[in-house]
């Protein structure tokens, strides 16, 4: 069965440029979630999709990052405009379905994204 | 969010036990207890939780004390491939977040062969 992938593996852009990251769950699970870890700092929660609805999205750092899950199977995540310091590894992962807190989380290997 | 508390780094033999403390002395009651890794250059990836009672699994054992303000992630022989970053994480169960994974600095795990 295939994990979660993401594209691209790295992407570099200029400060102001728009960029568009790709999550690709595993098959069935209704549960994505994207993280991120900018330099030096923890892994950061951003938002949670039920399906196409987003649950929680309590991290999303600020109006130039949107989210989208069209039709409940993969995920984008824009940045626009990007800034210096969105420069960071962003992981997406998924989950199946319920609200127990037991669910294991599947973690992508990320995304590297570079800002300059 | 309940808080989490791990040494920031250890050491292990290969072949050997390797014991990871975790401490959590906020814990509520629908707090689940996960612990994830990260290998160099992977996203995390899950190892076990439990909620009250000692759990085993392929990978590991988990210990959490009766008062559940502390665990130990238990890995029996360790190998050159569980070198990572080890995340003891809390995870409450129903809410709005109850998706959320809060990553803390983690235990930096060095096995030597």
């Known amino acids: 069965e295939a994990g979660v992938t993401q594209f691209p593996s790295h992407s570099v852009i200029e400060k102001g440029q728009t960029v568009t990251l790709r999550c690709d769950p595993i098959s069935g699970h209704d549960n994505l979630y994207w993280y991120r870890r900018v330099m030096g700092k923890e892994i950061k929660f951003l938002l949670h999709?039920?399906?196409?609805?987003?649950?929680?999205e309590s991290g999303m750092p600020n109006n130039r990052f949107l989210a989208e899950r069209t039709g409940g199977t993969y995920s984008t995540l824009k940045v626009q405009p990007a800034e210096l310091e969105d420069s960071g590894v962003y992981f997406c992962?998924?989950?199946?379905?319920?609200?127990?807190?037991?669910?294991?989380?599947?973690f992508g290997p990320g995304t590297r994204l570079t800002v300059t | 969010d309940a808080k989490t508390t791990q040494p920031n780094s250890m050491e292990s033999n290969e072949e050997e036990p390797v014991h990871l403390p975790c401490n959590h002395s906020?814990?509520?009651?629908?707090?689940?207890i996960h612990w994830y890794r990260q290998l160099p250059s992977q996203g995390p990836e899950y190892v076990i939780h439990g909620l009250t009672s000692n759990v085993n699994n392929r990978m590991a054992s988990l210990a959490i004390a009766e008062d559940r303000k502390s665990s130990t992630l238990i890995l029996h022989r360790a190998t050159l491939r569980d070198a990572a970053v080890y995340y003891c994480i809390l995870k409450r169960w129903g809410g709005t977040s109850y998706g959320k994974l809060t990553f803390g600095q983690g235990t930096i795990l060095t096995v030597h062969p």
């Open positions: 906020t814990i509520s009651g629908t707090d689940y």
């Open positions: 999709f039920v399906k196409e609805s987003k649950q929680d």
């Open positions: 992962a998924s989950s199946q379905g319920g609200l127990a807190g037991g669910v294991e989380q599947y």
